[in-house]
């Protein structure tokens, strides 16, 4: 009876040592997966991911973001739902208790071609402990080229009708409206250009009253307009 007693005895102070052992462990791996808690002790959610910005970017605006763009001064995209395609979080720009600003490159979806987009997307933690959606600002929306209607348009350096001064004739030999986009060498400097061009028409970019005379020119799409 007493070696049972004492062989009982060995076992609890075994089970209370491993427990005490593993209490640690336990609770660090705890720690690990619980979510954290602002200054005020409530949780504060996950940071925004790639598929939370896709959904909260809905509805916004986006200008051209760039410098020397393709569109008309004040162009702007407001962006429907399904039109982001493969949303990326590039670069976390800040990351501290209450702010999280992250760079982002996407697909924007148009009806025959797509933008390549970037932008800086900004959250803030609000007080119940939640990431809100602050801002977006584009960093850059480029119009990708597709290469299906390179054939359909005609290009030429040819006079402006001013006398001595030259302009980029856009011949759309299609059926289709189409957008020309590239770059322009006139008035000593290069610059971007887009331009629609109606089936079976013709425009024409530079010139006297539009940025000076042409001189060389570049092609960098051209796709059918929605």
Not at 38 to 54: C, E, L, N, Y
Not at 60 to 82: A, F, K, V
């Amino acid at each position: 009876m007493n070696t049972i007693l004492h062989r009982l005895r060995i076992l609890s102070a075994a089970a209370i040592l491993v427990c005490a052992l593993a209490a640690p462990a336990a609770q660090a791996c705890a720690q690990r997966y619980l979510p954290s808690r602002t200054a005020g002790g409530s949780v504060a959610a996950a940071k925004p991911d790639a598929a939370r910005i896709a959904r909260d970017l809905v509805g916004h605006t986006l200008s051209e973001g760039l410098e020397n763009g393709y569109h008309y001064e004040g162009w702007t995209w407001r962006i429907d739902p399904g039109e982001i395609r493969d949303l990326a979080i590039a670069k976390v720009l800040q990351n501290d208790k209450g702010t999280y600003r992250v760079e982002v490159s996407m697909k924007i979806m148009a009806a025959y071609y797509h933008y390549d987009t970037r932008a800086e997307v900004g959250y803030t933690l609000s007080p119940r402990g939640e990431w809100q959606f602050d801002y977006v600002l584009s960093r850059g929306m480029r119009i990708a080229a597709t290469h299906n209607y390179d054939n359909c348009i005609g290009t030429a350096i040819v006079e402006d009708g001013w006398g001595g001064t030259y302009c980029l004739s856009l011949r759309n030999n299609s059926e289709l409206r189409l957008v020309v986009g590239g770059s322009l060498y006139a008035g000593g400097e290069w610059r971007h250009f887009s331009q629609i061009v109606e089936p079976h028409s013709q425009k024409s970019v530079g010139g006297l009253f539009m940025g000076g005379s042409v001189e060389s020119y570049r092609i960098e799409f051209i796709v059918r307009e929605q």
